[in-house]
């Protein structure tokens, strides 16, 4: 979904065009000079902490205020009971809630 969703977005920029994600390309294009690029990974197993759990929960709320319009009225029901605070299924009160994220930054520097 979040992958759909960025390329529609990217489309309908003025002057949009095909491009491959590399990096270091992209970085050299905009003038600067790439460096490195690092990866970070966040791994947080169950039972999270309850402000790893607050973070799961308001990344499914902006994930569901997002593509809402574009999901079966299933979907939304589904992400709705997982965002109930009171649902014993539901995000703040399972026991299983994991947190497993990536980030990769890409350093570069002016020419």
Known sequence: MWGEWFTAMREALPGAKAEVEDWSALLAA???TPDTS?????DLPAPLSA???ETV???FTR???KFAEHLTADDVATLD???DAQDAAG????????LLRART???AHRV
């Open 91 to 98: 995000l703040a009160r399972r026991p299983d809630v994991f």
């Open 81 to 83: 009971r997982l965002l």
């Open 63 to 65: 994930q569901r205020d």
């Open 57 to 59: 929960v308001e990344t």
């Open 30 to 32: 905009a003038g600067l």
């Open 51 to 53: 402000a790893a759990r």
């Open 38 to 42: 690092r990866s970070f990974l966040l």
């Open 105 to 107: 930054l890409h350093i």
